[in-house]
């Protein structure tokens, strides 16, 4: 038995709508920066003192699920061979707690790797994977685990429009989506600065995306693209991300087939950013 089939219902299809008009907005007014900037609660959308980490999984919601702000990092750092180089990053970071979540892809990609006899696992299996690999990482490297993550959204189909790729400095105020739910696409989202490889990282949620699992394609049928959205301390790191961003995609050999024709991740990504306001 394999994990529930993801599949568009009605509630679905009604967040990418809703996500679409936003992205309208945002793009009407000329991108992130100048619409945000006048938001009154865009400064408050920034916190210190952070001592969460989720997934990159923009389906979780940090408020919702876990009830406070969050890091992003992909869950594949707690299956790694470099776990302790992640954990002293996390460490430096003033993070104390860490979550699992349901219908976690690095898990499954984990799991498979390790148990070649069964290349079928159940639902239940690999849940019971996430956590116990969460549990251990945590135990071997002084973390709480904080529990596991589950919510409808996550038997859905990925509806994320966005990337938010956050490049501030690890334990200076970082960037939580969910202060601003409604008002912008919940995206997913990846603490830049706290990943050990974020091209890697950056270009794998960009395969979730344009996957079966993700709605990518369909932006790009409907003449629209995905968008990467860099975060930063100042306008000249923003600039600077920016270009690091864009020399990803264009290296990148990730092919996207949509009806027969091929993209790279250039063709069908744009790069957007912001300021963090003082």
């Not at 980490?53 to 406070?68: F, K, L, S, T």
């Not at 038997?155 to 690890?170: G, I, M, S």
Request: proline letters at 3%; hydrophobic letters at 35%.
């Amino acid at each position: 038995m394999t994990s529930p089939e993801k599949h568009h219902t009605y509630g679905v299809e009604n967040t990418i709508k809703n996500e679409s008009r936003l992205m309208d907005t945002i793009n009407e007014k000329g991108g992130f920066q100048k619409y945000l900037s006048e938001l009154n609660d865009f400064k408050g959308a920034f916190k210190e003192k952070v001592t969460t980490c989720i997934c990159c999984d923009g389906r979780i919601d940090a408020h919702q699920d876990v009830g406070e702000p969050a890091v992003r990092l992909p869950g594949v750092f707690v299956f790694e061979a470099n776990k302790s180089l992640h954990a002293q990053r996390l460490h430096r970071a003033g993070i104390t707690k860490i979550y699992s979540h349901e219908d976690c892809g690095a898990g499954k990609a984990a799991y498979l790797s390790m148990h070649a006899d069964n290349p079928d696992p159940s639902h239940e299996e690999l849940r019971a994977f996430a956590i116990e690999k969460t549990k251990m990482f945590c135990d071997e490297y002084g973390f709480e685990y904080a529990g596991h993550i589950e919510n409808d959204a996550l038997n859905e189909v990925h509806t994320e429009q966005v990337l938010y790729f956050d490049a501030t400095t690890p334990g200076t105020p970082s960037f939580e989506q969910s202060e601003l739910k409604g008002k912008i696409p919940q995206g997913f989202a990846l603490s830049a600065e706290l990943s050990g490889d974020w091209r890697r990282d950056v270009e794998a949620l960009l395969g979730i995306a344009f996957s079966g699992h993700g709605i990518g394609v369909e932006l790009v049928k409907s003449g629209k693209k995905f968008t990467v959205v860099v975060i930063a301390e100042t306008e000249s790191i923003l600039e600077s991300k920016k270009k690091d961003v864009d020399e990803m995609l264009k290296s990148s050999e990730i092919i996207i087939d949509v009806d027969g024709t091929q993209h790279t991740l250039e063709d069908v990504v744009v790069i957007d950013g912001f300021v963090r306001p003082s």
